[in-house]
C-alpha cells in the first residue's frame, strides 16, 4: 500500500511527530512572546512634534514638507444648505484642533492612534458647488473653476473635480490613516469621498536639507519656491481678499500626474538630465549652481550651446514674469499594476493666490513644448479655494459661511 506506513512499535509516523513538535513549539513560543512583548513604545520626540492648527493661515501651506500625504475631495450630498455645511466646518475644525495636537476626537473610534501626532496639518478647500449648494454664487472667486484643457491632459473622472477637499499631511502614515477614518466619519451625514489619493516623500532627514526628495523618475524637482515668513511668500501664495472673505486663503491645484517608468527607464543619464535641465546626481541645473538655484537659461556649455535644451522642463516652468509663480508641495504615488503598466507618478499639489495669472500660462507651455510629456500624462486635475485660518472659538469658513 502506497503511503506512509504504520508501525505499531514505533506508535506514531514521523511526519505527526514533526507536526505535533512543531505545534507544541509554537505554543511555547507564543507564550514566551506574550510575556516578553513589550507595550506599544511611547511616541518619539519626531511623533511628538506638532504644528498649530489655529492661525491666520490653515496649516499644510506654508508647513516644512512631511513624509506622507493623503488627498481626499468629497461631494456634498443633495440637497444640503449653507447652514448644514457650516456645521460640518464645525465639526471638522474641533476634529482637526484636538488631532493636531495629539488627542482624541469627539467619538474618536480608535483613540489610541491620536498620541502621535507626527507634525499632522489639516487643510481644508471649497470647490464651486460649495458656493452653488449654500446659493452664494456671487461669493466664488472668478478663478474657482475647471482648469482649461491642455494638450496631452487624459483626465479621469475618479481623480477630477470635487465639493470640498481636505489634505492631511503628516510623518506617519498611521496617524493620517486615522485622522482620514475621523474627518470622513464626521462627514458622512454631509458629505461623501469622490476620490482619495495617497502620497509620499522622503522622510525627514534622509535628504542634505531634510525636505528635499525625489520623485519616482529619480529627480529633484519643483523645489523652487518662495521662503514662508517672507513678503515674496505672501504675494505669491496668500490671497490679498479678492474676494474678501478669502483673505489670507489661497488656491490649491491638484494634479495626478502618471509617469511611464518602464518606457523612461530605457534612456541613459545623459538624456534624462537633458529631459529635465537638471544633474541625476544632486539635482542641480545643468547650467550650474546648487539645487535651489534658479537654472540660468542663457548659459552655454562648451559647445556653445544652450547648457539647458530649449525643451527641458525647468527651462519651460522657468516664469516668465514676476507674477508667474507657485509654491509647490508635490507628492509621489504608486497605486500597482494596471492593465499596461504600472500606475505611478507624482500628485503635484500647487498653491498660488491667482491660478489665472500664477500657473495656467507656464502649464500651457509645458503641455506644448516639455519633452517630459512623452513620458508623463495628466489623469486628474481639481481646483479648490482654500479659506484662511481660524482663532480659538471660530471655525475654518466661518468668513464665508457665518449666518
Known sequence: MKGEPVNSSRGVSRRRFLLGAAGSAALVSAGRAAQALPAEPEASPAGEATVPAQGEHQAGVDTPLQSAAIFTAYNLVAGITRVE???????????????????????????????IPARLTVTVGFGPGVFAAAAMEGARPSWLRPLPAFKGDRLQADWSGGDLLVQLCADDPVTLAHADQVLTSTASSFASVAWQQHGFQRARGMTPDGTVGRNLMGFVDGIVNPVPGTADFDAVVWNPGQPPWLKGGSCLIVRRIRMDLQRWSSLDTRQREEVFGRTAADGSPLSGGSPQDRPDLDARDSSGLSAIPLFAHVRLAAPTSPEERI???????????????????????????????????????????????????????????????????????????KI
Open 327 to 401: 509654491l509647490r508641495r508635490p507628492f509621489n504615488y504608486d497605486s500597482g499594476p494596471i492593465a499596461g503598466g504600472r500606475d505611478s507618478g507624482l500628485i503635484f499639489a500647487a498653491y498660488c493666490a491667482n491660478p489665472e495669472r500664477q500657473y495656467i500660462a507656464m502649464q500651457r507651455r509645458l503641455a506644448d513644448h516639455d519633452l517630459l510629456n512623452s513620458w508623463v500624462s495628466a489623469v486628474g486635475s481639481a481646483v479648490f479655494a482654500i479659506p484662511p485660518g481660524f482663532k480659538d472659538g471660530h471655525y475654518l469658513g466661518e468668513s464665508l459661511l
Open 85 to 115: 455645511i457650516a456645521r460640518l466646518m464645525q465639526l471638522w475644525t474641533d476634529d482637526i484642533v484636538r488631532l493636531t495636537q495629539g488627542r482624541p476626537a469627539l467619538g474618536d473610534p480608535v483613540p489610541e492612534l491620536a498620541a
